[in-house]
């Protein structure tokens, strides 16, 4: 496990990681403090992933780390060594559209854009462990990303959408 | 015939580039060489700055600079409030500083600012930057503010009172003394963290060979910001470009020039670097502008059979320790003037303390005023109805401005344009079945449920609005908007607008505008927005004006360009241009419609320019400024059913209906948008939302984990349904829509708790409405009840 491998590391001591973010190599030397969420945007040079707080509440930076969602800012990017990692921007395959982003096109379930990337990996995520999910559970899987603009209504309405076009996929 | 465009639910074309991670926002920019800014904010909410030491911070390897307030004093003139409402005595503007000089005044006032090579650097520098305070008295409320005694923020402002603005309209005495009931009540708009999902952001770029400078920032409106930035940097206008790229949210937050944008571009200009800076949520929290805010002494006149004689409100506005830009027109001309609501009320008089306090400063949060000023008239309807055993509903109909009557100036000399709230309101409570629900109410109660239904009928004013009364209530600027057209020789289109669009969607419904105007296909109408290189002078999206005033600069831009076409049209056609007929991106002569001329074809000749009538120019390009001539008004009846459950007080929205008329629309699905998002942001207000500061100036809400906002778990579904009574003053009969939902939940939802309790004898309770409060009335309620009986 890459946690026990550097648990005596310095903040500032400079570690190696190396991470396979949808489905490309990103190998790099960093500072141990440098977050996840950091390293995908700084190193790798992927925007698609926001910061909106520093308290891991907004849910802005989510992507899936080895299968399951995590907020990138909870994590160092050292913790994610060997990991295998997707991002809003290896969502869509071949320039074709994931059946969620298809469905939050549809369904106006954006407005600024700045949550969206977080949404739409959680609710991936939700779709991946339960594909047919009710209205409830898309709440559920919903409730750590925080969306200003939308009122969640037309997210909740494209979740559903995407669910039953086999957005699990 | 083309199908109409306008009117239809067309998807937005800016959600590819969000939904596929490609937007572009500030702190996305990335420059070769940038370095990076922190700010060193003040823990302290009042004190004298006794010495700054940075020696320590500039010792950090990668440290470029380090800044006092002394340091930049000279270099950058102060922030400019640009709102200076007309008042006697004149209002006293205290001075504003980027980074404080000699004393702070509020928990997160700059006090230096350091830049480095990289974050990491520039945040541990800024730790060791030593500042020496001499703490002085601090205060928070604004009531405790105004006292004899109280702390004072500044010299030469008595008692911290910015201003007191009044506002007079009708016969007040005469009202109060005609009237056979009055109700009273003190009421409290809690402060609230606008919270835009993006926190503020910066990018600076100066190019010495040039003498210019780059900046990215975070803006509802950039052209505003570039003239108050030249202001404060002295570089010139024309030299300085601002560009909004993708614009994470604003909701009122983003309109500000704060002062950090000057700063940036200075420093960008002295280190020959670019500069970088983006706000965490703590600082966004601390030191991005609050809104509301208002303590408000509120006494309605009215006959024992409900109708309305007369509204006297006072006001304490808390204006937070500096005056933003906007933030002297928001307690005051967006809050007073729309004191009439949708009622006939012949005499209404408000008085307003603008207050300065030791806590952020308060501005623009959406709907900026009229949030404030229809929370009091429906909050007071509902208590009047309540004193006279009717019910909430009749007290409404039997005070509404009928609809025959419009245009209709109310008692605070604005003139409505258009309406119909009956309609709304009858629409509304049929959708939600009012009667049954109140049949249903009266079940519950006996079985000691606490059910509650709360109307709220709203009108908002907005299109901001005509230069000349824009201008007399001391605005900075006139509040038109522009545009420019240019058909291209492909026949292709570029909408420039001086909006700024940050979630709205006008790159789609002003393409939609476009292409109809100008009957050409949607997809050849691109909107550009958002850089002063490109677009020409403009206000910015806020107050709901983006569709009401840029949008129909776009249709007089368009207008124009038909116009210049048809004489180009009938050159070619070989016509006099008045046979010459416009329908649908086609020019024929009249009666011989198959003999026609496209509106490409006509963009190509005027870019060849061979055969143009005489007096006509080559190229077909139009710019527009458009200035209003009267305000739009926007309504609506939105009723919201609750349960309190009666052990915990938590509150459960059961139904929300939402009937709103924004006259004739471009884009449903972004109506309906601009609804939800504003219902939810509303409703959070009565239910969640309340920046809470200690006596300390400390502000204990400066996390998303401390500052309650909605998630898609407590967001209810809502039924939203429209009337459509268009705009007389918009060429499209066009309305905004942008803050109705913001104006009219507050009132709905306070409105419904208030009435599930009210049989207990609870006649009003201040937001936010959390559970512990609400219990507590219940459990006081219910042992005055036993002690009575």
Request: proline share 5%.
């Amino acid at each position: 496990m890459a946690v026990q491998k550097y648990s005596k590391v310095e903040p500032e001591e400079n570690v190696r990681v190396s991470v396979k973010i949808n489905g490309r190599v990103y190998a790099e030397t960093v500072e141990a403090r440098m977050l996840l969420i950091d390293f995908i945007r700084d190193v790798a040079k992927l925007k698609g992933s926001k910061i909106g707080c520093d308290t891991t509440s907004c849910g802005a930076c989510t992507v899936i780390v080895n299968g399951r969602s995590v907020k990138s800012c909870t994590m160092f990017a050292f913790e994610a060594d060997g990991a295998e990692i997707l991002t809003v921007e290896g969502l869509s395959a071949d320039d074709k559209l994931h059946p969620l982003q298809e469905a939050f096109w549809n369904n106006h379930a954006l407005q600024c854009g700045y949550c969206t990337a977080g949404m739409l990996m959680s609710a991936y995520y939700l779709l991946k462990k339960n594909p047919h999910p009710t209205e409830e559970e898309i709440r559920k899987g919903l409730a750590g990303n925080i969306c200003r603009c939308t009122g969640y209504i037309n997210i909740i309405k494209a979740v559903k959408e995407a669910a039953s076009k086999g957005g699990s996929a | 015939m083309a199908a109409s465009l306008c009117g239809s639910r067309v998807k937005r074309r800016e959600d590819p580039r969000f939904i596929t991670g490609t937007g572009n926002y500030v702190a996305d920019v990335t420059l070769p060489g940038m370095v990076y800014v922190k700010f060193v904010r003040s823990p302290y909410a009042h004190a004298l700055i006794k010495s700054v030491d940075t020696s320590a911070a500039r010792e950090v390897k990668g440290v470029l600079g380090v800044y006092t307030g002394a340091d930049l004093k000279s270099k950058l003139g102060p922030v400019p409030c640009a709102w200076l409402v007309p008042t006697e005595p004149p209002i006293k503007v205290p001075e504003y500083r980027a980074v404080a000089v000699d004393k702070v005044r509020y928990v997160g006032d700059p006090v230096a600012v350091v830049v480095a090579e990289s974050q990491g650097a520039a945040e541990e520098a800024a730790e060791r930057v030593s500042v020496v305070y001499e703490p002085l008295p601090v205060v928070v409320d604004q009531e405790e503010a105004v006292k004899d005694g109280a702390p004072r923020l500044y010299d030469g402002i008595d008692r911290n009172t910015s201003f007191v603005w009044r506002l007079k309209g009708g016969d007040v005495e005469s009202a109060f003394r005609q009237a056979e009931v009055v109700v009273k009540q003190r009421l409290v708009n809690q402060r609230l963290q606008p919270t835009a999902m993006e926190t503020r952001a910066a990018v600076a770029e100066y190019d010495s060979a040039r003498s210019e400078a780059t900046l990215w920032i975070t803006s509802q409106n950039p052209h505003i910001h570039r003239l108050l930035v030249s202001a404060m940097t002295g570089i010139p206008e024309q030299k300085l470009r601002v560009i909004a790229p993708d614009v994470g949210g604003g909701f009122g937050s983003k309109i500000q020039v704060y002062g950090f944008e000057a700063v940036v571009t200075l420093l960008s200009k002295e280190l020959r670097r670019p500069v970088k800076w983006v706000e965490t949520r703590s600082e966004n929290y601390l030191s991005t502008i609050h809104g509301r805010a208002h303590v408000d002494y509120v006494e309605l006149a009215a006959k024992r059979d409900g109708t309305i004689l007369g509204l006297r409100v006072k006001t304490y506005a808390n204006l937070g320790a500096y005056l933003t830009t906007a933030a002297p027109g928001v307690p005051t001309i967006l809050f007073g003037i729309m004191l009439s609501g949708a009622y006939r009320i012949p005499a209404i008089e408000c008085e307003v303390h603008g207050v300065l306090t030791n806590t952020a400063p308060v501005d623009a949060y959406r709907g900026a005023g009229r949030p404030e000023a229809t929370y009091i008239v429906e909050r007071m309807v509902d208590m009047l109805a309540h004193e006279l055993g009717m019910d909430p509903v009749d007290v409404r109909l039997k005070n509404f401005i009928p609809k025959d009557k419009f245009p209709y100036t109310v008692a605070t000399g604005l003139l409505y344009d258009s309406g119909n709230y009956e309609e709304t309101l009858k629409k509304a409570m049929s959708l939600v079945g009012y009667h049954s629900l109140r049949e249903e109410q009266r079940r519950l109660r006996e079985q000691g449920r606490l059910m509650g239904i709360g109307v709220s009928t709203y009108v908002e004013v907005c299109g901001l609005g005509p230069s000349k009364v824009v201008r007399s209530t001391g605005f900075g600027l006139g509040l038109w908007d522009s545009a420019v057209v240019r058909v291209h020789p492909s026949g292709k289109v570029s909408v420039y607008t001086g909006a700024h669009p940050h979630g709205q969607g006008e790159e789609t419904s002003f393409a939609q505008i476009a292409a109809d105007e100008l009957g050409v296909p949607f997809e050849d109408v691109e909107v550009v927005h958002g850089d002063t290189a490109m677009t020409p002078f403009g206000m910015g999206t806020y107050g709901s004006r983006t569709l009401p005033v840029a949008g129909m600069a776009i249709v007089g831009a368009c207008r124009k360009v038909v116009e210049k076409a048809k004489k180009i049209a009938a050159g070619l056609l070989e016509a006099r241009e008045e046979d010459v007929v416009w329908e649908h991106g086609k020019f024929y002569v009249r009666g011989a419609p198959a003999k026609y001329k496209t509106i490409q074809e006509v963009a190509l000749a005027s870019y060849t320019a061979e055969n143009l009538p005489p007096g006509v120019e080559p190229g077909l390009e139009v710019t527009h400024f458009y200035d209003p001539t009267g305000f739009v008004f926007p309504f609506g009846a939105h009723i919201c059913v609750v349960e309190v459950d009666r052990e915990t007080g938590e509150v459960k929205i059961q139904k929300y209906v939402a009937v709103d008329d924004c006259g004739n629309q471009i884009n449903p699905m972004l109506v309906e948008g601009q609804v939800h998002g504003g219902i939810t942001q509303g409703l959070a207000q009565a239910l969640y939302e309340e920046a809470v500061y200690d006596s300390q100036g400390n502000l204990l809400t400066q996390s998303l984990n401390d500052y309650a906002l909605p998630t898609a778990l407590e967001a209810p579904t809502y039924t939203t349904d429209y009337t459509v009574t268009p705009s007389p003053v918009t060429p499209l009969g066009v309305k905004g829509v942008g803050e109705t939902g913001t104006i009219a939940a507050t009132p709905a939802v306070v409105n419904a708790v208030v009435d599930a309790l009210a049989h207990l004898g609870i006649k009003h309770l201040d937001m936010p409405l959390k559970p512990e409060k609400i219990w507590k009335a219940i459990r006081r309620a219910e042992s005055e009840q036993t002690t009575t009986s």
